[in-house]
């Protein structure tokens, strides 16, 4: 009977140890599962915001609006700026409006570069006293020649002039009022993120990127006058963008309309990968030792009960 107890045992650590692989291998499936699907899914998103009760309303674009730059670079979204004019606590927000135009500033290659890409929007506002005043949001696309390919929005910047006055010029003798030349000397907020770090999103090339989520950046903020010298430091603006689509370093034989294959922010992130493997062994480890100790343990129980029986029989 204790030979027999002992080959049972002997087989139960086997088979554990043979259901830790098991549960290894799974996670380790799992694992490449995640991975491959990552490999077209790669997407680091912002934090969320569903906060917006009393802010302006978002105005969403038509469905088939999108802004598109020499069609190498396409954006959809319905943007708003939250932003402070002064160190006060009053706050304006501003929604980017559907009829902003591509600005001739955006470039498929910026700075002759071919890694970077950046789209500029830009419409004007009227202000209580009827000027006419200028904004612009910038988006800046960086690829990534890693294996495979990825890019990601590298940079987020805004203009917005807060006021523009009309400033006479010195009067020549001889010369009347109506002659005299004048220049307008305006006041803007310069909001940027600089280059993202981390980097925020993250596509592979040939596809492009989808989020209907709301999804929320900060911009630092400073006044500056109009030769572009900075003034004063605001507190920073804040950036939302949903129903957010892009796709940059696209094929520029692909129909204007049409976007690439879409990867959503919603998706698992591939450095899930770790944490599955590592949590599931373990897991294995755990089970085997629990296992171990108490086959060990019946072990000692058995070999003192036969101890005892031994003894009693030579009693």
Not at 15 to 37: H, R, T, W
Request: glycine content about 4%; proline content about 5%.
């Amino acid at each position: 009977a204790y030979n027999c107890l002992i080959h049972f045992y002997k087989r139960l650590i086997t088979m554990s140890a043979s259901i830790f692989l098991l549960l290894l291998a799974i996670c380790l499936l799992y694992g490449e599962q995640v991975a491959g699907d990552q490999e077209h899914q790669l997407v680091v998103p912002l934090v969320s915001d569903s906060s917006h009760s009393g802010d302006a309303q978002l105005i969403f674009p038509a469905e088939s609006d999108s802004w598109v730059v020499d069609n190498c670079l396409a954006v959809k979204m319905v943007a708003q700026i939250k932003l402070y004019p002064n160190n006060s606590n009053i706050v304006v927000t501003k929604n980017i409006p559907a009829l902003a135009k591509v600005s001739p500033t955006s470039s498929c290659s910026y700075l002759n570069s071919t890694t970077t890409q950046v789209i500029t929007l830009e419409w004007s506002e009227a202000d209580p006293s009827s000027e006419i005043l200028a904004r612009n949001l910038s988006l800046y696309f960086y690829l990534n020649n890693t294996i495979p390919p990825m890019y990601t929005v590298s940079m987020v910047t805004s203009m917005y002039q807060l006021s523009r006055n009309r400033v006479l010029g010195k009067m020549s003798p001889g010369q009347n009022t109506t002659d005299m030349e004048s220049k307008s000397d305006s006041t803007f907020i310069r909001m940027t993120t600089t280059i993202m770090n981390p980097l925020q999103f993250m596509v592979p090339k040939n596809r492009s990127f989808l989020c209907e989520e709301s999804l929320t950046v900060e911009m630092m903020a400073e006044l500056i006058t109009t030769d572009g010298t900075p003034d004063e430091k605001l507190q920073k603006a804040m950036l939302t963008i949903s129903s957010f689509q892009f796709d940059a370093f696209r094929p520029t034989t692909l129909p204007s309309p049409q976007f690439q294959a879409a990867t959503s922010c919603s998706s698992p992130s591939a450095s899930d990968l770790v944490p599955i493997v590592v949590g599931c062994s373990l897991a294995g480890l755990v089970f085997f030792i629990m296992v171990g100790y108490l086959v060990g343990r019946r072990k000692a129980e058995v070999k003192g009960c036969a101890t005892v029986v031994e003894q009693g029989e030579v009693e």
